[in-house]
T-cell receptor, first 119, second 115 residues
C-alpha cells in the first residue's frame, strides 16, 4: 500500500526567508503524481504544485518549487520569499496514475505540516 | 472561475441520525470524490464515483455510507446512522479526468458534528 510521510508537524519561517517542507512516500508503482496542497484556516484545500513521476525536472510555480528525488522517494517543497499569506497547513499527497480499471485516482495524503510565518 | 460548492458548511446532528452532505462539482467534471478530515488529522479518502457508480472506496466507507448523484449536478454523501467518530470535516472534490494531470478541485468542506 502507498504511504505518505511528513515528518515535520510544525515549521516556522521569518517573512521573506526560505523554508523547506519535507515529504517521503512509499510505492511500488512507477507511474504516479505527487502534489503539495495548502490548507489555510478557511480549510479549503488548494493545489500548490504538482510533479509527474516520469519527469526528472523539478516543478516550479512562482515562489514554490520542489526537490523530487525519485530513487529516494522524497518530495520536498521549498517556499522562497515567504509571505504572511503562506501560513497554513501543507499536505503532501500521492496519486497513482496507472490502470484506471482499478483506481480512479484518489489522493493519499500525509499528516501535514503547519507552517507559521513570522513578520 | 468554476468551483466546487458544498452545503451545509456546518451540520450538527444527534448520534444515530441520518445526515446528507451535498456537493455540486464543477459542471464538466466526470470524477467525484469524498474525503474526510478528523480534526487535527490527515485527510483520508472515502470514495470515488464515476459514470454513476462507485469506482473505489476505502475501508472507512462501510455500509453506513452511501453516495448518489441524484440529478446530474448534485453529488451527495449519506451517513445512515451517525456515530460520534463520524465528527469530521468532509470534503468533496471533482476532476475532469482520472489522470493525475487532471487537478482535483476541492470544495470548502462541511463540518459535521455528532453529539
Amino acid at each position: 500500500a502507498q504511504t505518505v510521510t511528513q515528518s515535520q508537524p510544525e515549521m516556522s519561517v521569518q517573512e521573506a526567508e526560505t523554508v523547506t517542507l519535507s515529504c517521503t512516500y512509499d510505492t511500488s508503482e512507477s507511474d504516479y503524481y505527487l502534489f503539495w496542497y495548502k490548507q489555510p484556516p478557511s480549510r479549503q484545500m488548494i493545489l500548490v504544485i504538482r510533479q509527474e513521476a516520469y519527469k526528472q525536472q523539478n516543478a516550479t510555480e512562482n515562489r514554490f518549487s520542489v526537490n523530487f528525488q525519485k530513487a529516494a522517494k522524497s518530495f520536498s517543497l521549498k517556499i522562497s520569499d515567504s509571505q504572511l499569506g503562506d501560513a497554513a497547513m501543507y499536505f503532501c499527497a500521492y496519486r497513482f496514475d496507472g490502470d484506471y480499471g482499478g483506481s480512479q485516482g484518489n489522493l493519499i495524503f500525509g499528516k501535514g505540516t503547519k507552517l507559521s510565518v513570522k513578520p | 472561475e468554476p468551483e466546487v460548492t458544498q452545503t451545509p458548511s456546518h451540520q450538527v446532528t444527534q448520534m444515530g441520525q441520518e445526515v446528507i452532505l451535498r456537493c455540486v462539482p464543477i459542471s464538466n467534471h466526470l470524477y467525484f470524490y469524498w474525503y474526510r478530515q478528523i480534526l487535527g488529522q490527515k485527510v483520508e479518502f472515502l470514495v470515488s464515483f464515476y459514470n454513476n457508480e462507485i469506482s473505489e472506496k476505502s475501508e472507512i466507507f462501510d455500509d453506513q455510507f452511501s453516495v448518489e448523484r441524484p440529478d446530474g449536478s448534485n453529488f451527495t454523501l449519506k451517513i445512515r446512522s451517525t456515530k460520534l467518530e463520524d465528527s469530521a470535516m468532509y470534503f468533496c472534490a471533482s476532476s475532469r479526468f482520472a489522470s493525475g494531470r487532471s487537478e482535483q478541485f476541492f470544495g470548502p468542506g462541511t463540518r459535521l458534528t455528532v453529539l
